[in-house]
C-alpha cells in the first residue's frame, strides 16, 4: 500500500484560454470540467488507476469542493480515512486556465495549507504503508518547522520506503530551502523535483552541480523532471538521461508531473529498478497529457508497462 500525503485541491478546468483573454470582454470555451488537482492528489489519483492500494491523507474544507474530493476518492477506491476536514478554511481550489497547446496557468486559493502539519498525519496512517509519498515538501509552512522531517523519520523506522517531490507554493515563507532539506533527505530514499525546483533548492542552474550539492546530504537516489525533455536520474554512482516517448500530442499538462511519479512510485512497488521506474514514469506521464484532467490518461500497470517496454524496444 502507498500513503500519499500533501495537497489536495478541487481544480475548475477551463480551455481553450489564449493569452489574450483580458483583452476582450467575452471568450467563449468548451464546457468547464470539475477535477481533482493538488500534486499528492493527482499520484494518489494516479496510483489507483495503476491498481496500486493507496491511502491519502491531507486536509479539506466542510464544503462543498472538500466534499466533492472526497466523494471522487472514494469513487476510484482510495482510502480518505484519514483526511482532515477542516471546520473553518475552505478547501483549496484552483482555476486551470489551459492554452490550445496544453500549457495551463492558475488562479487558485491554497490558504488552507497554512493548517497543514505534521499531526495531520497519524501513526495508524502510515502502519501499513510500503511507500510513504510525500508530494508538497514546500508547501506548507507549519511542515517546514520540523514537521516533514518527523514524518520521514517516523516512516523509515517502521520500514517504509520514502519517495519525495518538492511542489513549490507561492505561500510557502521558507527562503532557505536547503536547510530545510539537509534535515529531511536522510531520512529519504528518492528525491525527484522538477528542474525548476531543484535549482531553486540547491541555488545551482547546472544539473551536476546540483548532484554534487545533493550528494553529501544522504539521498539514496536522485531525479529532476525536464518536462517534455524526459528526466534525470541517479543513484550517486551512475546516472541517466531518460528520453520521453516521442510523437506526443499534448491535449492537456496538468499534473503531468504527478502522473510522473505515480509511475515512479508504481513501478518501485512492483520491484522495477529506480532507472527503470523513472523511465516507466515519464512513459506514464505522456499519456497523462494526450487527456483533460491530471490523470485521466493513465491506464492499468499491464498496460503501461506493456507500452514501456514497447517504446523502449522500439527506439
Not at 504503508?129 to 523509515?156: E, W
Request: charged share 20%; net charge negative; aromatic share 8%.
Amino acid at each position: 500500500m502507498v500513503l500519499s500525503f500533501g495537497m489536495m485541491v478541487c481544480d475548475t478546468l477551463l480551455r481553450p484560454v489564449d493569452r489574450d483573454v483580458l483583452s476582450r470582454d467575452c471568450t467563449m470555451i468548451e464546457k468547464p470540467v470539475q477535477a481533482c488537482g493538488g500534486d499528492a492528489l493527482n499520484t494518489a489519483i494516479g496510483l489507483s488507476r495503476l491498481g496500486i492500494p493507496v491511502t491519502m491523507a491531507g486536509r479539506v474544507g466542510d464544503d462543498l469542493n472538500g466534499r466533492f474530493i472526497l466523494d471522487q476518492c472514494r469513487t476510484l477506491g482510495i482510502d480518505v480515512s484519514h483526511v482532515v476536514t477542516d471546520p473553518v478554511h475552505a478547501t483549496a481550489s484552483s482555476f486551470a486556465l489551459i492554452e490550445e497547446n496544453g500549457e495551463r496557468h492558475f488562479l487558485s486559493d491554497v490558504s488552507i495549507f497554512d493548517e497543514v502539519d505534521d499531526r495531520d498525519l497519524p501513526e495508524e496512517a502510515m502502519e501499513n504503508a510500503d511507500i510513504v509519498y510525500i508530494g508538497s515538501a514546500c508547501s506548507f509552512n507549519r511542515m517546514n518547522q520540523g514537521g516533514l522531517a518527523r514524518i520521514l523519520k517516523r516512516a523509515r523506522n517502521q520500514g517504509s520506503m520514502t519517495v519525495m517531490d518538492a511542489a513549490f507554493n507561492q505561500r510557502a515563507s521558507c527562503c532557505r530551502w536547503m536547510d530545510m532539506f539537509k534535515e529531511v533527505l536522510p531520512y529519504t530514499d528518492i528525491f525527484f523535483p522538477s528542474y525548476e525546483e531543484a535549482s531553486a533548492i540547491t541555488g545551482c542552474r547546472e544539473i551536476p552541480e546540483i548532484r554534487r550539492a545533493l550528494k553529501p546530504l544522504g539521498l539514496r537516489y536522485f531525479g529532476i523532471k525536464l518536462g517534455a525533455k524526459g528526466c534525470y536520474a541517479t543513484d550517486f554512482t551512475s546516472e541517466q538521461y531518460i528520453e520521453c516517448p516521442r510523437g506526443i500530442r499534448a491535449v492537456d499538462t496538468t499534473g503531468a508531473g504527478d502522473s510522473f511519479m505515480a509511475g515512479l512510485v508504481a513501478g518501485m512497488i512492483n520491484g522495477l529498478t529506480f532507472f527503470e521506474s523513472a523511465a516507466l514514469g515519464s512513459s506514464v506521464a505522456s499519456h497523462s497529457v494526450q487527456h483533460m484532467g491530471a490523470a485521466n490518461g493513465i491506464l492499468p500497470y499491464k498496460e503501461e508497462l506493456y507500452l514501456y517496454n514497447h517504446h523502449k524496444n522500439h527506439k
